[in-house]
């Protein structure tokens, strides 16, 4: 088994984890509202269990349909599906209705998460990923259904380990010490890189 | 229409905004009160190192004529870049300007050329009316879920008036924003505290007794709005109704602490059926609800019945008609406009429950009729009005007329418009500037002010 696919989701896992709007900044205004560190790093678990539930229903898709659809069809599909969903968050990105604001508990900032990264597609963007390594035995050993459980697991949670690690670093150094002035300049347009990342992975599962 | 980095004009608190570079431009809403030709936006020149320093130096007419404009806003503000949801890449590009009689939405474009913006759609009240029921179209808010329209009745001009939504990228009308209304009946202002997720709204009355001017009885019967209501932002459901009581009338501008961690905000009632008086509220959290306090009380001032109109003389008092209030960015200094007496005030609400009058000046008003350094022939009509303050707080901008069918009521010679400035010490205290008076030109009067890059009635934060 090679390592790069685990690299990638270790790859994703940071770049999911870097987008504000996919948990930290939350937790930093969370801390701030509350005046306690202790509020942003409690946040960042069920940000992270939630974007993890995201993840995991993406890994629950591939397998679930790997049971009885080629994988060719389902590298189709999922490529086709996250085209689409690129040129939804472009077009719709904006105009998702609000439900959680800054009094909501902490299952709700848990929902919030999950439902932000559904919408974004954090989910789908690592189909291109789980394919392979969910979807394929090695030669030596054929796929099993309790063998594809364990790598899928072991996906969602090298995953979300590394989106929390990147997020709960960036939470921090926020809170404590650099501030939110820095949004005014350093907040690039990530949904643009996202809706790129979405098409781009759409296309690798389509052609190759 | 993104960008690539957030607008510059966003601020993530209000602390950062209050080092926002000054503004050259002041957007003013200006209406024909006799309807004959279009309404427009004027641009005002508010750079003192300029040569056309308070002058007006563009103007875009609407496409129609008799819409009253009146307030107006921002198609996207500060809370963009809130956390629950942001869209940081969307541009401070478009006024959003309604026509409180006519009903219409229009949306002009300030980019290419800020001093003549430049109209980019007009949606038309039938299409409002149609997708949201609702017709009369007020404050202009921009939020988490795009724009937020109040809207003051059906389009018969009965209750209920409401709010309703606007996509702020595509400008099209996405629907009524209530879920539960509750009691609420009568609409007027609105805003939220974001930290609470509470939306607050306040009462004027149904289009059809407003628009041929205030009905006597309907106001010495206190059938005008008297009430303030609280809203759960996001369930986007009625939580609390509070009642002034029956004698106070005009629930009007709210003013929430810019800080989203203050649960606490200024309402203004604009009469006391009692003494004629004017006074200012503060709503607070008090356990699990709201609660609401009187904290300022201004007097009527006895004048002479000979030098009031019809609807005054009987009192022998005029009354100071508390018509729009403006809080600054830092939360301290509270402007009230007395369009009636003339005065504009200044008040310290460092501590909200104890404000401390800090600075007062006159100009115009009902019996005054005070003059300005720069205008060009002595008494002046109409009093302070639509109030604006600069993110800064150093600068405050008002004109003075009230709503086209109240006026002459008040001001039976008409209204002459003007724009004026004051400068505010860093610690209190106001006094004109003597080099800004626009003398507004005949056939139009000035109402609500916008600055360029936001203002303190414009924008709505999530970090402290």
Same mark, same amino acid.
């Given at each position: 088994?090679? +390592? ?50 995201? +993840? ?153 | ?170 400008? &099209?009308?996405?629907?009524?924003? &209530? ?286």
């Amino acid at each position: 088994m090679t +390592i790069w696919p685990w690299l990638t989701l270790v790859g994703l896992g940071a770049y999911h984890g870097l987008n504000p709007a996919m948990g930290w900044l939350f937790a930093v205004a969370l801390g701030q509202h509350r005046n306690s560190r202790r509020v942003v790093f409690l946040s960042l678990i069920p940000i992270a269990l939630g974007h993890a539930a995201a +993840i995991a229903t993406a890994v629950a898709l591939v397998v679930g349909l790997g049971v009885f659809l080629d994988a060719d069809l389902i590298r189709i599909g999922g490529g086709v599906l996250l085209i689409f969903w690129a040129v939804y968050h472009q077009v719709y990105g904006h105009r998702h209705k609000v439900r959680f604001g800054m009094q909501t508990g902490m299952v709700g900032l848990g929902v919030w998460s999950f439902l932000m990264a559904t919408a974004h597609g954090a989910g789908l963007m690592l189909v291109p990923v789980l394919i392979p390594l969910c979807l394929s035995g090695t030669p030596a050993q054929e796929l099993t259904a309790a063998g594809s459980l364990v790598i899928s697991l072991a996906a969602v949670t090298v995953h979300t380990l590394s989106m929390l690690t990147v997020t709960g670093v960036i939470a921090l150094s926020v809170y404590q010490w650099l501030g939110l002035a820095f949004l005014r300049r350093g907040w690039i347009n990530l949904d643009l890189l996202w809706t790129v990342a979405l098409a781009a992975a759409g296309v690798i599962l389509i052609v190759f | 229409m993104a960008t690539w980095t957030p607008d510059p004009s966003f601020y993530p608190s209000p602390r950062m905004a209050m080092k926002a570079p000054q503004e050259k431009l002041a957007y003013v809403a200006a209406f024909d009160p006799d309807r004959k030709k279009p309404d427009a936006i004027a641009v005002v020149d508010v750079d003192p190192a300029s040569g056309s320093y308070g002058s007006i130096v563009g103007q875009t007419d609407m496409p129609g004529a008799g819409d009253e404009l009146h307030h107006f806003g921002w198609n996207a503000c500060s809370s963009c870049l809130c956390p629950n949801a942001p869209h940081p890449h969307s541009e401070r590009r478009y006024l959003v300007v309604p026509g409180l009689r006519s009903s219409r939405l229009h949306f002009l474009d300030i980019k290419p050329d800020p001093k003549h913006p430049k109209i980019v759609k007009t949606i038309e009240a039938e299409e409002i009316a149609e997708k949201t029921g609702y017709s009369r179209l007020h404050t202009i808010h921009c939020g988490p879920e795009g724009i937020y329209v109040s809207a003051l009745g059906n389009p018969e001009g009965d209750g209920p008036g409401g709010i309703f939504l606007v996509d702020h990228e595509t400008f &099209e009308v996405r629907g009524r924003w &209530e879920v539960e209304r509750g009691p609420q009946e009568l609409a007027y202002d609105f805003w939220w505290h974001l930290g609470f997720d509470t939306m607050v709204t306040s009462e004027w009355g149904t289009p059809k007794t407003f628009e041929g001017g205030l009905i006597p009885e309907v106001l010495l019967g206190a059938k005008y709005g008297r009430r303030i209501h609280f809203w759960d932002l996001h369930k986007r459901k009625h939580l609390q109704e509070i009642d002034l009581g029956d004698k106070y009338q005009l629930v009007f501008e709210l003013r929430p602490a810019h800080d989203p961690t203050k649960a606490y905000g200024f309402v203004g009632v604009v009469i006391s059926l009692e003494d004629l008086s004017s006074s200012i509220w503060t709503w607070y959290r008090e356990g699990n609800k709201w609660a609401i306090k009187k904290v300022i009380d201004i007097p009527a001032e006895p004048a002479d019945p000979d030098q009031l109109p019809p609807l005054l003389k009987g009192f022998k008092a005029v009354p100071p008609l508390v018509t729009d209030i403006d809080l600054s960015m830092d939360d301290r200094f509270l402007y009230v406009s007395c369009w009636g007496t003339g005065d504009m005030h200044q008040y310290d609400v460092s501590d909200p429950f104890n404000p401390k009058l800090t600075g007062k000046v006159r100009i115009g008003g009902i019996v005054s009729k005070a003059t300005h350094p720069g205008a060009a022939n002595g008494a002046l009509n109409g009093g302070p009005q639509m109030v604006e303050i600069s993110r800064d707080g150093r600068r405050i901008y008002f004109t003075n007329s009230l709503y086209g069918a109240v006026d002459p009521q008040f001001y039976p010679e008409g209204i002459d418009g003007w724009m004026v400035k004051l400068d505010a010490g860093e610690n209190g205290g106001i006094e004109f500037d003597p080099k800004f008076f626009v003398d507004w030109p005949k056939g139009h009067r000035p109402h609500q002010v916008r600055l360029e890059g936001g203002d303190c009635s414009s924008d709505s934060y999530c970090y402290p």
